[in-house]
């Protein structure tokens, strides 16, 4: 027998019995982050490739919702927060060690990026839009004349945005769950296949829906094997790992994780997504809302396990 | 300069007086703690082995809540010591989920808190509170780069280990075995 008890009764707030520190809006914001990150992606890249004209939707009406997304995680991340009134301390710093410091950073950059990006398209919404003043006109004429610069800043901080997330994760190795340089790839695709999913959830457009249920099924099939090679990884490490697998592999976490992240958040529309490109028609809301309740469910779930795993001692 | 602290699960009896001195030399808010005492028991009656161990922050030499602090509140300090300043915390919780050791708790204030290893006492030559108040002396603080702290003398004496080294933190609190 081995016991081990804290016999001074330690009940830290958030900290004990388990780690709870992190709540909703942490996993809510990653979801937000990762779904503003795939669509900027897209429409900057199809911006660059020049195809701004055939896939209309996803360069020019998409990218409205990462605003959004971008500034409801924020409020969400600030909410967060126990110590408020400091939060301009992380715009004091710039601690590269630190992935919360340069992903603070990024979100600026991002943010900024994606609102830029929307007003040089508010006629595809409001066709008779007038600036009305005359610097906001010449900003305007500015960013239209270097817009494919601003392509390229939004393509390179969206890659990094999705990719963040992940790495914030992965750099506690004290929660051996997230301990994995797996989470960075991983939270990526899922990022762009919610990216996706939106475009083809939004587009009239025939071709475009091809196009995005093409994209949507390489990147499910490429989350799919990041999955089980996660759990390879950590079947194959350390004992502390093995029992993070373990919470998914018929611990609390099977049922939840394997039914709505795996199988309909990620195989049913899979199969959907082929069974479309094949010819059948099916209605493009049921795997784009799968895929993004699959994100969704990813993000909390992971969030919430994590914070369970730890090392005993 | 780098203080360490020696903790003897030997001469430990589990009495917590350690905690409750901590809690009122740092007004540690009501259901809190900074340091805690661990009881290990192993083997099978009537062979039983009891391993009494008082925990706290391990000041650790790679420390990955500093790491991972964005704004620099979480820091290094004179002799190795981890601390906050609270005008610089924001309240992220990403040192608290980056401890392998759950050392860290968030005040009722928002920023985040935890073992100081008494730096107000230390730096004035006394000891923390723990050690100062401990009743059997199983408590040891001093130096390390000081070959006759009290600390340098118990660690050259006795067989001692760190908790969870795997996790590559170069805990700074040692315990006598």
Known sequence: ?313 | MRYAMAVDTKKCVGCSDCVVACQTENGVPIGYCRDWVVEVMDGTYPQLEIELRSERCNHCGNAPCVRCCPTGASHIAEGGIVLVKPNKCIGCGACIASCPYDARYPHPKGYVDKCTFCIHRVREGMKPACVAVCPTKCMYFGDLDDPNSDVSVILKKRKAKTLIPEAGTQPQLYFLI
Not at chain 1, 54 to 79: D, H, K, S
């Open chain 1, 1 to 313: 027998m081995n016991e081990e008890l804290i016999i001074s009764g330690r009940d830290n707030l958030m900290v004990d019995p388990h780690l709870h520190i992190w709540h909703w809006p942490i996993p809510l914001y990653l979801f937000l982050g990762g779904l503003a990150a795939g669509v900027l992606f897209f429409a900057a890249l199809l911006y660059i490739m020049g195809k701004e004209d055939a896939y209309r939707t996803a360069v020019r009406r998409i990218p409205f919702i990462a605003p959004v997304a971008l500034i409801l995680g924020l409020a969400a991340l600030f909410f967060d927060l126990r110590h408020k009134a400091y939060f301009w301390q992380l715009y004091l710093a710039i601690r590269l060690e630190s992935p919360m410091s340069w992903g603070a950073w990024t979100l600026l950059v991002i943010t900024t990026a994606s609102v830029i990006w929307c007003a040089l398209h508010i006629r595809e919404f409001f066709p008779g839009w007038d600036w009305k003043y005359k610097w906001l006109i010449d900003l305007e004429a500015f960013f239209n004349k270097y817009k494919k610069v601003l392509a390229w800043v939004i393509l390179i901080y969206a890659v990094i945005t999705g990719i963040y997330t992940g790495i914030l994760l992965s750099a506690f190795n004290a929660r051996p769950l997230w301990n994995t340089s797996v989470l960075g790839p991983l939270f990526l695709a899922s990022g762009l296949s919610a990216g996706a999913a939106a475009i083809v959830l939004g587009s009239k457009d025939k071709k475009e829906r091809l196009l995005f249920t093409r994209i949507d099924l390489i990147i499910l099939g490429a989350e799919l094997f990041l999955i089980v090679h996660m759990f390879m990884g950590f079947l194959a490490s350390t004992q502390v790992q093995i029992e993070a697998a373990e919470l998914f592999l018929g611990g609390p976490y099977t049922m939840v994780f394997w039914i709505f992240v795996v199988v309909l958040g990620i195989i049913v529309p899979g199969i959907l997504d082929l069974m479309e490109l094949r010819g059948k028609h099916i209605p493009a809301l049921i795997p784009g809302v799968l895929v993004l309740m699959g994100s969704f469910a990813f993000r909390f779930i992971f969030v919430f396990a994590g914070q369970v795993s730890r090392w005993l001692y």
